[in-house]
């Protein structure tokens, strides 16, 4: 009896957390580190973004890109259809809410793009010191981002993972893994992935 609960259990988990999906699309994403952020700290924000997205069926490549400059006039090789994404120091400018911790740009001329401002990363992460850490507020911000070129919209929702400022509520649900992408949030994001790859 306590076996068979304990299966029923675990098959309702399995298909609470991605059962739906019937394929994945895989998504390469064109990282550039501008701002030097350690090995250990990009992996693991890289693989906590990749899990969030896997939820919505999508498969993240990560395709890491060295910064143009006047040494490196190389440009970064990856698919037509990739996502550019850019780790920044901070803002470029002091047109961003104080509360902004990146920013996407659907349909840019060039392509897809987004960024995520490090330093606005630490400050939120230091500001909730035991809540959430550097690692996984970061990898949170790059997925937020991407769902913003996914969803090919700036604007926000009312709860998960695509709100406009991070609560403490929600940093506490994300360091817990629990902020995550409404349902029609994620079917949108795999229907549009799809669109994406063709």
């Known amino acids: 009896m306590t076996r068979s609960i304990a299966l029923v259990l675990l098959f309702a988990l399995r298909t609470a957390h991605g059962a739906a999906c019937t394929a994945r699309e895989p998504l390469p ?91 606005r990363v630490r400050q939120t992460a230091a500001r909730n010191a035991g809540i959430i850490d550097v690692c996984d507020l970061l990898g949170y911000v790059m997925a937020h981002e991407i769902g913003h070129v996914l969803l090919h919209s700036t604007t926000h929702s009312s709860e998960g993972l695509m709100r406009a400022e991070f609560r403490p509520a929600d940093l506490k649900k994300a360091g817990q893994r629990q902020l995550k992408f409404t349902p029609e949030q994620a079917q949108a994001i795999h229907r549009n992935a799809l669109a994406h790859g063709r």
Not at 59 to 82: I, K
């Open 29 to 119: 994403i064109k990282l550039f580190n501008d701002a030097g952020v350690g090995d250990d700290v990009l992996h693991r924000a890289k693989e906590e973004a990749a899990w969030l997205l896997k939820s919505t069926c999508v498969d993240l490549t990560w395709v890491p890109c060295l910064v143009v400059s006047r040494s490196n006039l190389t440009p970064c090789q990856a698919p037509v259809r990739a996502i550019e994404m850019h780790i920044l120091s901070s803002p470029a400018t002091n047109d961003f809410s104080e509360d902004a911790m990146g920013i996407a740009m659907p349909h840019l001329a060039s392509g897809d793009h987004a960024g995520v401002f490090l330093s």
